[in-house]
């Protein structure tokens, strides 16, 4: 079965410096994955996915993230972070049968000015 | 302007009284999905819609129902709420062939 698996519930950086939130997937086939963010009291808002091609995804908002299959990660990344990137960021797998995604618990992001 | 719609934003409702929560999308999405977000949890799937075709998750309970009259609108059915139901639920449509999901910004139902 397909799942996702995010290692921390908080990452703490300081606004300026880089950041990375960890995502590592178990999938049988190929990976469908993608990263979420969610704002207080909102919806998700979709943020990039990877589905074949360069390791490196470009994204919404400055983030990109990048595919590892030895590693089976796919850490989402931004070169500086900003106090407004502070939100929860949820990353998912698409389901085997295509037709949903499973998400992980999520991580929220604190940028400190 | 918003194109998955749920109303209301804030549900309260008593221990055991039927509750009913709304989605309506302007984005003529022939899928259509329901999941329950607990605090601090990962998004759970509850069920979703292609076109018509209704698809339940195995571990969905039967208190959980869902209705969708037309493309635009979608609606989840609580039947008969426990304190434990108490959760954000979250709609989201989607265009079969992409894989993008669009949320609305969730109800946030409350079980007294």
């Known amino acids: 079965a397909q799942s996702v698996a995010q290692p921390e519930d908080q990452v703490n950086v300081a606004e300026g410096n880089p950041l990375t939130v960890k995502c590592t997937y178990s999938?049988?086939?190929?990976?469908?994955l993608f990263w979420y963010v969610q704002y207080p009291n909102r919806g998700l808002q979709f943020l990039l996915k990877?589905?074949?091609?360069?390791?490196l995804v470009k994204g919404s908002y400055g983030f990109e993230a990048e595919f590892n299959k030895s590693q089976t990660s796919f850490h989402l990344k931004k070169p500086s972070a900003l106090v407004s990137d502070s939100a929860l960021y949820f990353c998912a797998v698409l389901n085997q049968a295509g037709t949903a995604l499973i998400f992980g618990k999520g991580t929220t992001l604190s940028v400190s000015s | 302007d918003a194109m998955v719609i749920q109303n209301p934003r804030y549900q309260v409702t008593q221990f055991g009284k039927p509750v009913t929560l709304s989605c309506s999308q302007t984005?003529?999405?022939?899928?259509m999905y329901w999941y329950q977000q607990k605090s601090s949890q990962a998004p759970k799937l509850l069920f979703h819609?292609?076109?018509?075709?209704?698809?339940n998750e195995a571990d969905t309970p039967d208190n959980f129902q869902s209705r969708r009259p037309n493309t635009s609108f979608c609606f989840l059915d609580i039947r008969s709420p426990g304190l434990g139901d108490a959760a954000m639920y979250l709609c989201?449509?989607?265009?079969?062939?992409?894989?993008?999901?669009?949320f609305g910004s969730g109800t946030q139902l409350s079980v007294l």
């Open positions: 990877y589905i074949t091609g360069d390791n």
């Open positions: 989201a449509t989607r265009v079969l062939i992409s894989e993008k999901l669009f």
């Open positions: 984005l003529n999405h022939n899928v």
């Open positions: 819609y292609y076109d018509k075709d209704f698809n």
């Open positions: 999938v049988s086939g190929n990976p469908y």
